[in-house]
Each structure stands twice: as C-alpha cells, then as structure tokens.
C-alpha cells in the first residue's frame, strides 16, 4: 500500500467556470522501451503545428526497458519553453508511479488514467477521466504483439478530445513521424488515436479548464534537439575528422551527424567520403585521434559528456601545450562518477575550464538553443584553428536530448578559415619559420602540416618543454616564455569568443548571469520576478570563456549579482571568482540548482524572493 | 676565380638526396643502446628506397624509445604524443592524410603495459603504418623498472626478480590480426634492414619487434634482453633480402627453399629457409613455433607473417584520394539548398 497522505481538501463540482488557454503543462507517465516516445512527440508536434509555442522534456532512466519514464509537454502562449515545475495535466500510463504522481499534483489537475489503476479514489479535488487502454486497444491493433507499443497511441486521442488538439494535425505529425516508408505504421497509429478520441467524444464531460486554441507562433519553425544542430554545425563547419565513444547523453550527436554525413559528404560523381567518422575503443583513443587529425590539418572533433572529459584530460593538456585545434562536445550530465546518466547538469564547467595538470586553460563555449548549437559549432571550429587549441563546446542532457522549438538555421556567411598555416609556397618566401614564435603578437605560431613539400617544413611536436623552434628544452627562460606567451595568447581570446548577450533592466539593482540552457528559467523568472513582486532584474547570459569585458562591467553596474548554476559548487561563480578582484566578487550571488531536471523559472524566483528578502 | 678541381660529387639516392636528408638530431640516449642502432636502420632504409622525407609522419609515445623519432628523418614532421597513446595520434593524422607514411616507434613499456589497449586496436583496424617496438624489456627513462616484456625468472641489476610471464607483442599482434609481424635484434643490420624497407613497402600494419638491449639498466647476466642473451639465444628463421620495385627481380631466379612475397608496391621480399620448415603467409605456424620457442628460450627472429590481402582502416572508409584534412570550402562545406532542405524536414 502507498503510504502517502490524502490531505482533505475542497471537492470540485461540476464544470470549470474559468479557461486555461495555451498556458499548462502535460506530464505523460510511462515505462521506458512501451514506445511512448512516439505518442509524445507526435502531441508535442500537434500542438506546435497549431501554431502553439510548446516545449518537451524527456526524463528517463538510464534503462533500456521497464523503468519509469516522464515526458513534459508545456504549452505556453507566452513563449515560455522552460521546464514549468507544475503538471496540470497528467497521463497516468504506469501502475508503479501512478500514485506518487497523482498525489504531487497541484488542486485542480486533470488526470487521463489507466481505468483498472483507480486512481480517482486517491483525491477529490482533481479531474479524472478514466480510460480502458486495453479494452480499445484490441480492436484496433489485431497484433497482439503490437499493442504494448501501440496502446500509447490511444492517450493523444484522448487528450485531443479534451484539450481541444485538431486531430488533423496529430494525423500530420503522424506521417512526419513515420515518414512516407512506414506508412503501415502511422495508419495503425493513426487508428489508435482515432479510437481513443472517439471514445473520449461518447464518454466523457469536460470538467477542467485546460485547453488550446491556434495561434500563430511557430510558422517557419523547426523542431530539432540540441545533439543534432551541433552535428549539422559540425557539418556546415566542414569537419573532416570525427571521433568518438559512446557514451549518454552524447551519442546522438555523432549518430545524428554520420547520418547527415553519409546524406551530404560524400563525392556525387566517385561516391568517395571527404570525412572520416571513427568509433574509438574509448575517450582516450577518442581524443588522442581527434589531436593526430588536428596536427596533420583536419578540422576535427570528439563528443563526449563528463566521464569521457575526465579520461580526456591527459591528453587535453598535450593538445593546450602542443598548440593543436580540435573540438570537443561536451553534453553534461549529472555527475560526479557515473552519477545520474540521463538527468542533466552543468556541473563540468570548473573542471573543463582547467583540464589537465600543469598550467592549463581551455576555451569554453556555451550555446543554450539548436540555432547557438549550429552557429556556435561553426564558431568553435573556426575559433580552434585561429588559436590552435582544443576548444570545448558545453551543452548539457536538456539541451542535447530534447526536442526543441527554434528558428531554421541561417547558413553560414564567413568562409572557412584554417588559420596561421604555411605552406610550401608560404615558406619558399619565408625561408623558414619557428613553430612557436609569436610574430603576431596575438600568442599564435605558425604551423605547417605533415606533407608539406619543402625543407623548411617540418618541425617536431612534443608535449614536454620545448622553445619558439618547438626544440626539446628544460631551460627556465624557454620554459617561462613559452608558458606566458600561452597565457598570452588565451588573453588574446578574450576579444574574440563569442560577446554575451546582455538585457539591461534601466531601474535594476539586481543582475543575473547564467550560461547555456539556464537561460530558459532566468528569462521567465525576470518576467515573474517584475510581475509578482515588482523587482527589476537585469540579466547577462555568457556564451563563453574566458570572459569578456561585458561581464565587469555589468557586474559594477548592479548592487548584486546573481550568478545561476546547474551544480552544487557554484561553479560558474567559482570561475568568475577567480577572475575578478575582491570588490567584485563582494557583489556576486549564489543561484544553485543540482536536481538533475531541467532548470525551472520559479526555483530561480523563490529563491531570489528568499534573498532579496521579499 | 678559383681554378681548383670541384670537390667529388655527393652520394645521393633515387632522387637525388644525400643520407645527410634522412638523419635527425643528435642522439641524447646512451652510447651503445640498441635504439640508436634502430635509428640508423631507419635512415638508411628511407635513404636507400629513396622516399621523400617529406612525406613520411613520425610518431611514438613515451619513453627513451619514444625520444628515438627526432634522431632520425629530420625533414619529416613528428609527433611525440603521451604514453601508450601513439596508435591514437597516428590513426588521426593518418585519417587526416591518408598519403602520409606512417612510422610510430615505441617501446615494450609504451605498448605492452600502458598501452596495450591502443596497440591491440591499431592491430585491429590494421592501420598502413610501421609500428617499430624498441624491446628491451625495461623502463629506462625511470631507471630499470621491469615491463611487461620481460621473461618469467629474468632479474633486474639489483637482482628483483620477475615473477611474471611476458608478453609476446608478436604473438599478441598475430593474434589480433596483423598484416605483417616481424621480431629481429637491433644488432643485426641485415635482417633490421629488410625488415624494416619490406614494412616500407607493406599496405597494412607492420608490427617490428626489435630486441634493442639497454646498456645500463638490462645488460647484465640475468637479463634476456641482453647482447651476451641474444648471441646465445637467438635463432634465425630465415635469411632476408629486399628487393625493390625498381630494380629488375628477373635477374635473379629464387632457387629451391626461397619463397619470393610480392609487395604491393612491385617490391619482393625475399625469404630464403634456413634450418627450420615455416611458411610466414601461415598464421597459426607461427603462433605454435613462437610458443614452441618460448619453452626452449629462444628468440625467433625474421618475418613471422604476412599478409598483403587484408583491406587496411583508409581502405575500408572509403575515402577520398587526396587527403582529407585540406578538402577545398567546397567539398567539405555542403550548399544552402542542403541546409534548406534540411530545414524543410525539420518543420
């Protein structure tokens, strides 16, 4: 037996006086590996389609079949895409949580339930409309070995009916989903959903109050997740080297990319591939490949999430020291060790900053939607071959799993640009040149590539002590100059990562920064935060490290500053403590949420309420 | 104007350049160590076939067998990577640029303890390029520790014995799949020297295993991997000679008990029996006699297999010809109606 509480409360009688339209939150209850994810996504896809801004978060386990599974559907006229903390209305498919989740709910929520679960004898101030899955599954699935996967399918129809969702568009998103080839497929489907409207239509009164209605917020654009605009960045980057480990929540990023790959890359007339997509026997392999193929000139890449960054990190420091461009995805999650492998967390951000021993600084990039996934990719590649280092473009599960709204991509207008690299010609004029001399004055050598035709060309790469002729040396001034022109160099940085985006509130004595999908919650907390409780708040959302000048003076211009992290350790704050003098880091504020779900708007905000002692 | 005689004219190779082209730095290893003999196998081999320096890439890992790569080949780049993790490095440079020639060198430490792992997977993948193990069955650059080489029952100076069987890094690369897999010992400048031009010329991984003694750690009585061990225990399986595609093989017709392999590249590695009976295109014969050699304490040298037939990593990508890493903007970078048409599927 349960032994959770049923609190008294209020009954609800009759039908709703009031409507909640386009505004709510739909949690679908599931076992992983019953197909639910189509049924989802093909609802996230109706709502879109009619026009409605709307959102999903999967939460899953780290499980190929039986165990929980959640799926967040928000729909918000407002444009709100962030996790909302509150579900109203709830599919209750799996008898292990059925409970637990109903009894979470807020008064008011509506549950659509598997008839034989009873749920509605838990509370009385709910709206429950049970349903016989199995009962209406049977007639339109013959295939009894179908039904687990089809029986889904019935709930969207159901929730059509009561949430006013076109069955028009469910049918649309059914053949999208399944595309022209599995047309057998969307048909059943397609007939599942229809009995589970109909049944829904002959059965039911509507008695809550949530509903859509079309509007028009969404024409021209694209659902994507955050792993595959990374791989379409990676392409349009031209990456020509990819290797990887599996490993969740990355995978998909380089299984989306060898697909788009095998589509776009190959010669049209020899069919010959100009990449190379290379699943290594572990992160250290991976890394080290992607470092071979960046000294020998490829723009190259690996994708990993924090298990693989730490078995990276041997290698990261050779490619800090040796001066090698490569990319490395880092979709974060829960950590530390194996932690909590599909919930999601920026919790690498300390760590990444400063990998490997020694002295060591990498470059950080924070995209925090699809569009930033695609631009910011074309950016890193660029930004690695213009400085030769590694540089690590952080994402995170919510970002990197989920489907999101966004905008179609623009193509990129800057041509590829390889950086300081001779060639024959180059050093025919030159007579030579010294593999770690700064000439610039920016901390950048020149480099040439193995199979450079001409004399002058080679020079001998190592990750022990070496001088500006990339010669073996142990000598102190050797060692100190190399180590400051490095230092140097990723100062130089500073004036070309990308510039934060920054939204000044005129009357603000407050100030958020956060990073990546953080943005989400902040943007709708500053909107709760004026609402609500009349506080102004400004916000500047970094998308890179090192910082740039922005973020000092943004800080100096409010009286705190609240810095928001997905983490325990307040690591975003750590990395700016670093960096700033004490009069500074006087005004900074700790926001910290290290849950595992997506960040959501009203943690932000009750915990600034807290603070700010409202 | 000066009327003196012309200096005489400078022994050059094929095309033309001196065997000053092919050496590298100074060597910082002890006098007498078997690696700088390895080095000057190397030379002499990319000398003597004539290959343009600049288009061979060295790399190794760590350890003074991973310093060898900057004394030799001074005009080709060189990649000194972390320990155990070469085969990582090459295998992305190598895919990066498919026409480069690869030459990892690497030592008993770097690839059969720290290593292993990467070493195992390069065999796999069957990588074009030539792995050169300096085997010398202990950790030099930290001063004699035992490696995972060295023989059951072996000592260290200081008398540590070793309790533990050895790898067989040939046996393991046979295992594994290896397309050519040869053991010599660095003290023989002839068999090295076939061995290592015939590698040159092998489409596919060369996995050399040279026994190259350590003059100051592993020397001594007690050691196997000594010089005094080998003069005793090694045993020739076969005598070699090289012969490359631009010298006319018709000349020469093989006799009884010569075994000519073709090469892809036109040139013939020619194997001439000496005592014992061994196929090298037989991989389970090989795999039994080194286990056989084992148990009598001896160090089987020559060409233990090969196999000219087994499509290399590059081969199975289907890459293009020209090296990937430098593709134009427009074979890497896809048009706007693809990332439209994308776009489309994504609405």
Redesign the interface.
Known sequence: MSTLEVSPVEPLSGQSSHSVINDFSIQVATVNGSGSQTANSVLMRAIFQMGIPVSGKNMFPSNIAGLPTWFTIRASKHGYIGRRKEVDFLVAMNPETAREDVMKLDSGAAVVYDAPLKLSELRSDLHFYPVPFDKLVAPVCPDAKLRKLVRNMIYDGIVSWLLAIEMEEIQRALVKQFGKRKAKAAELNWGAAKAGFEYAAKTFTKTDPFRVERMNETA?????DGNSACA?GA???????V?WYPITPSSSLVESLIG?MKR??H?PE???????I?Q???E?????????????????MTSTAGPGISLMS??IG?GYYAEIPTVVYDVERVGPSTGLPTRTAQSDILFTAFLSHGDTKHPLFFPCSPEECFSMSIDAFQFAEKFQTPVFVMTDLDLGMNNWMAD??E??ET??QRGKVLDAEDLEKLGGFARYKDVDGDGVGYR????????A????????GHNDKAQ?TEREDDYINNMDRLAHKFEVMRQHVPAPVVRIAEKARIGFVAVGTSDYAVRESCDQLKNEYDIDASYLRLKAFPFTEQLTGFIRRHDRVYVVDQNRDAQLLGLMRLEFDPELIARLRSVRYYGGLPLDARTITDEIVRQEGK | MSTTAPPPPKKVNRIGLEVLNYKGSKTTLCAGCGHNSISERIVECFYELGVEPYTVAKFSGIGCSSKSPAYFLGLSHGFNGVHGRMPAIATGALLANRTLKGIGVTGDGDTASIGIGQFMHLVRRNLPMIYIIEDNGVYGLTKGQFSATADLGSTLKTGVHNDLPPFDCCALALKWGATFVARSFSGDKKQLQAIIKTAISHQGLSVIDVVSPCVTFNDHEGSTKSYSYMKEHEFMLQELDYVPSYEDISVEIPEGGVMDVPMHDGSHLRIRKLDRDFDPTDRFAALKMLEEAEKKHEVLTGVLYVNTNKPTFLELLNLEEAPIATLPQSKVRPSKSVLDEVMEELR
């Open positions: 021209g654009k694209i659902i994507i379409l392409m349009f980057a031209g990456v020509t080297v290797t788009y776009f890359r010669d020899t069919g010959k591939a100009t990449y190379a290379v290594a026997e572990d250290l392999a991976s890394i080290g490949m992607a470092l071979g193929a960046g000294w020998a000139g490829a723009r190259s041997e290698f050779l179609p991509f193509y990129p041509p590829i040439t590539l193995p199979g450079t035709n001409h004399p060309a080679s020079y001998f790469t190592r990750g022990s073996y």
